[in-house]
């Protein structure tokens, strides 16, 4: 039973962000107030630039992660292989959603398999949320989570707030940094910890990097908002549980909508958590949340991450346009990235990650 809830609550995440307006309502990626200055003499061969980075031992073709989305219902199998089938031509990284379902039955785990069926030799990793790291006891049920998917690396998703707005989340959070702990020394491949929307402060990432943690997804507000998604979720129930009459109460959510915007911007948690970097150089930090063009990947890397991740965007223009509208849109970003390089006279990513960014006045 619990399974089938489980599937049904993903299924149901998918259909809210390609159906509804999930976006923050106040506030922004931060991105905006950033601007590359020109450099009218580039002095470099626009078809030299190297847009290249190694991710988890692999070359990719240009910093993006097609980040974590689904997985663990019927019609995630043909989405992943979509999502897979892309990554593989274009030489980017995938992460897969939650493998929670994956750890209660084995009834859709090829709608995770499936990804490396597809995507042999790019970088892939595993997903779980941090109320099931909470409980571990040892790093068995990842592990066979992880060899499910022949995964490269390991996320854990921290998402307090999701869990405090669904009305079946697990908040017990006690003990998700021990368990983060247990899987950083246990697991044989590196452990990615990923927010989803509200973003890691620079306290967290300390945290984080005193239990072994060396990559970092700062996943910040400005995109999707999660707590957006549930507060729907919980309105469609409470509607569904009283035959459509205004009587939901608490229960439809009323205290829930005050937490719609919450979270830190992503350019300022990016700002924050690259600040470790003098002291822990091999931390690798990715930037996603609100990610959705190229020139936002471009300021991501200048303000200190190795690479970016987008999901909605992604997502919309595959069931829009299907596996070629979804390479058109990559192709863009990719070149928009080389056209930041370009004008700021950049001829590797490293280059690009020396740029200094400008505040708008």
Known sequence: MRSTRTSSRKQ???????SKDVSFRTKTTGFERFEFTHNALPELNFSEIDTGVSFLGKKLSFPLIISSMTGGYADAQRINRNLAEVCAEKRIAMGVGSQRQAMEDSTYHRSFSIVREVAGDIPVFGNI??????RLTDAGKVQKLAELI???AFAVHLNPLQEFLQPEGDTNFSGVLKGIELLVKNLNIPV????????ISLQVAKRLVEVGVRIIDVAGSGGTSWAGVEIIRRKEKSAKQNNGRRNGGKEAGSFASQFWDWGIPTAEALKQVSSLRSQTPDLTIISSGGISSGLDVAKSIALGANLAGAAQPILKALESGGVKGLLDQIESWEMEVKGAMFLTGSKSIAELQKQQLALKL
């Not at 990615?192 to 973003?199: H, L, M, N, Q, R």
């Open 192 to 199: 990615i910890v990923k927010e989803i929307g509200a973003g």
């Open 12 to 18: 149901q995440h998918v259909e809210i962000t390609l």
């Open 150 to 152: 022949r995964a490269d």
């Open 129 to 134: 949320g941090a109320a099931e790291v909470a």
